[in-house]
């Protein structure tokens, strides 16, 4: 079946602009994760959602970034006046449910702020 | 919280073994295990839950130890697909949290 898909998989931008990043979880799962991960660094934990419950976003870095999920399905995360910091790969995963369950990773976005 | 992995860094010899540790101060649910290959997504490995259990996947296996909130994987007999970045993922209930990564580098 089909897994995890993100899009763009490149995303070159200024400065100061906004982007968007899209997330396309495996059907049926219920949980979504976001995660940075700057070149040769680990997975930093942005945000994830649950089923209807409200998200978690302890691990967003600044009120610049938000995200959303319609519908239980696609996810938005939404970084505002980017920043040359925000460079990075935005990898997004999905799982059945939370913290029990293997997370399926897509390609990621590789962010490049100019 | 972050769980703690050592080593940072091992390189080894096709056919040598490693263990790759991760520890918690932090009373643990669950941990899982993926590996990162330069330039790919992480690709999980396998899960263990608290009980103390140990699970095997080829020649790759690791064990919970819930009293020590500490799991361990080992590699056995390495070979050179094995090489890239292993980090451990910590379960606590509701938050789940990656380690910081261990670099294997498997040279012929």
């Known amino acids: 079946g089909a897994g995890v898909s993100q899009s763009p998989s490149n995303k070159v931008t200024e400065k100061g602009k906004d982007v968007e990043l899209r997330c396309d979880p495996i059907s049926g799962h219920t949980a979504l994760y976001w995660y940075r991960q700057s070149l040769g660094q680990g997975l930093e934990f942005l945000i994830y959602f649950q089923g209807n419950s409200a998200p978690d976003k302890s691990g967003l870095p600044s009120d610049r970034f938000s995200a959303e999920r319609t519908g239980g399905s696609v996810s938005t995360l939404t970084i505002q006046r980017t920043q040359q910091e925000d460079s990075a790969v935005y990898l997004c995963a999905s799982s059945p449910t939370l913290n029990n369950q293997p997370q399926h990773f897509g390609d990621g976005t590789r962010l490049s702020i100019l | 919280q972050q769980p703690v992995q050592s080593p940072q860094a091992v390189i080894l010899r096709e056919g040598e073994d490693a263990v790759i540790n991760c520890s918690s101060s932090?009373?643990?649910?669950?941990v899982h295990w993926y590996r990162q290959k330069h330039g790919e997504a992480p690709v999980f490995l396998m899960i263990l839950l608290k009980g103390g259990e140990q699970k095997g996947h080829e020649k790759i296996s690791a064990s919970f130890n819930e009293k020590k909130q500490q799991s361990s994987l080992y590699l056995t007999a390495s070979q050179l697909s094995y090489s890239g970045t292993y980090f451990c993922g910590a379960g606590y209930g509701q938050n789940f949290v990656f380690g910081p990564g261990t670099r294997l580098s498997v040279l012929p």
């Open positions: 932090k009373a643990l649910y669950s």
